[in-house]
C-alpha cells in the first residue's frame, strides 16, 4: 500500500516569497490533515479535511496560510508571504476513519521549509 | 485546555538496556491515546492505539500501558536496539467532533553501543 507522498521534501525560500506543498494521501482516506512541526517540538495542527470539506482549521493562520482539498484527493498547502518563524516541518497526514474511531493516522515524510 | 505532557524530554541509554517514557495527560473526554516513532528526518509511524478499555497493548519491543483514571501512560522499550533512536510522541485524541488529536512534545531517546 502506497503511503502519503507529499513534494517537494525540502524548500529554502527567502522571507516574504510563496511557497506551495503538496500532499497526496493514501487512496480511499477520508480525513487528511496539515501539520506544522517546529524542531524539537510535537506536530501542530493546521488544518483538518474531511473529504472535501474543513474540519478544523482553528489555528491556521489564515492572513498567510491556505490550504484546499479539490475532490477530496490531493491538497496543497500554501505560504504567503512566508516568515522566519515558518521555518518547520510541514506534515501531511491520512486517516480511513473520522470523528471517534480509532484508526491509525498515516503521516507522510515531510516537507522541510527553511525560510532565510 | 487540552493537555499532553511527556518525561523525559531525552534519554541516553545504551543498547540492550530497557527503558520506560511516560505521558500524562488532560484530554476529556478521553477517546484513545497513540504512540508515534519519528526518526530524524522522517515523518511520525503509528507503534500503538489504546482506547479506554484497553491497559496494555504490544508491538514488538514496544509495551504501551494506559491508566485512564490517572491520565497517565507509559511506553516500555524491551532490549533497546541502535534503531530506537527517535523521538517517541504521545497523542491522545479527545471525543469531540473531527477526532481533534492533542500532542505531547516528545521524549528523544538515544541508544548508545
Known amino acids: 500500500e502506497a503511503g502519503v507522498a507529499q513534494s517537494p521534501r525540502y524548500k529554502i525560500i527567502e522571507k516574504r516569497q510563496s511557497v506551495a506543498f503538496w500532499c497526496n494521501p493514501i487512496s480511499g482516506h477520508a480525513t487528511l490533515y496539515w501539520y506544522q512541526q517546529i524542531l524539537g517540538q510535537g506536530p501542530k495542527l493546521l488544518i483538518q479535511?474531511?473529504?472535501?470539506?474543513?474540519?478544523?482549521d482553528s489555528q491556521l493562520p489564515k492572513d498567510r496560510f491556505s490550504a484546499e482539498r479539490l475532490k477530496g484527493v490531493d491538497s496543497t498547502l500554501k505560504i504567503q508571504p512566508a516568515k522566519l518563524e515558518d521555518s518547520a516541518v510541514y506534515l501531511c497526514?491520512?486517516?480511513?476513519?473520522?470523528?471517534?474511531?480509532?484508526?491509525?493516522?498515516?503521516f507522510g515524510e515531510g516537507s522541510w521549509l527553511t525560510v532565510v | 485546555k487540552n493537555q499532553v505532557e511527556q518525561s523525559p524530554q531525552s534519554l541516553i541509554i545504551l543498547e540492550g538496556k530497557n527503558c520506560t517514557l511516560q505521558?500524562?495527560?488532560?484530554?476529556?473526554?478521553?477517546?484513545?491515546l497513540r504512540w508515534y516513532k519519528q526518526d530524524t528526518g522522517r515523518g511520525p509511524v503509528s507503534l500503538t492505539i489504546m482506547t479506554f478499555s484497553e491497559n496494555t497493548k504490544s508491538n514488538g519491543r514496544y509495551t504501551a500501558t494506559l491508566d485512564a483514571d490517572t491520565k497517565q501512560s507509559s511506553l516500555h522499550i524491551t532490549a533497546s536496539q541502535l534503531s530506537d533512536s527517535a523521538s517517541y510522541i504521545c497523542v491522545v485524541s479527545g471525543e469531540t467532533a473531527g477526532n481533534k488529536l492533542t500532542f505531547g512534545g516528545g521524549t528523544r531517546v538515544l541508544v548508545k553501543p
Open positions: 479535511f474531511q473529504n472535501n470539506g474543513v474540519v478544523d
Open positions: 505521558c500524562n495527560y488532560t484530554v476529556s473526554p478521553f477517546s484513545n
Open positions: 497526514a491520512s486517516s480511513p476513519g473520522t470523528g471517534l474511531s480509532g484508526n491509525t493516522i498515516y
